[in-house]
Nanobody, 120 residues
Framework: QVQLVESGGGLVQPGGSLRLSCAASGSFSSINDMFWYRQAPGKQRELVAGITRGGATNYVDSAKGRFTISRDNAKNTVYLQMNSLKPEDTAVYFC??????????????WGRGTQVTVSS
């Protein structure tokens, strides 16, 4: 069983910063790609950023220049540093990872999400 647990969400004023963390635990061999998604009320879940095991990254256009995704493979943890936050960044942020199990099969794991609210 693989668990992803997000932390670091909260209420922040426009222009502020937050750092989200997502730690994986359980029985597995390794973690390949890791992603951050978000879902605002009444909207579909969207991909915000992704990072490969080797550190290659990609971002949705609205996050470029403001958000930075990173990971610590030794800690099985992915981070999302969010700067210059805007009210439209308000959403529940979810961690997603492609996890390789000890039997070499892979699973697509999700966390339960952490709320980010940007408001004055």
């Amino acid at each position: 069983q693989v668990q992803l647990v997000e932390s670091g969400g909260g209420l922040v004023q426009p222009g502020g910063s937050l750092r989200l963390s997502c730690a994986a635990s359980g029985s597995f061999s390794s973690i390949n790609d890791m992603f951050w998604y978000r879902q605002a009320p009444g909207k579909q879940r969207e991909l915000v950023a992704g990072i490969t095991r080797g550190g290659a990254t990609n971002y949705v256009d609205s996050a470029k220049g403001r958000f930075t995704i990173s990971r610590d493979n030794a800690k099985n943890t992915v981070y999302l540093q969010m700067n210059s936050l805007k009210p439209e960044d308000t959403a529940v942020y979810f961690c997603n990872a492609v996890v390789v199990l000890r039997a070499a099969a892979s699973v697509n794991a999700w966390g339960r999400g952490t709320q980010v609210t940007v408001s004055s």
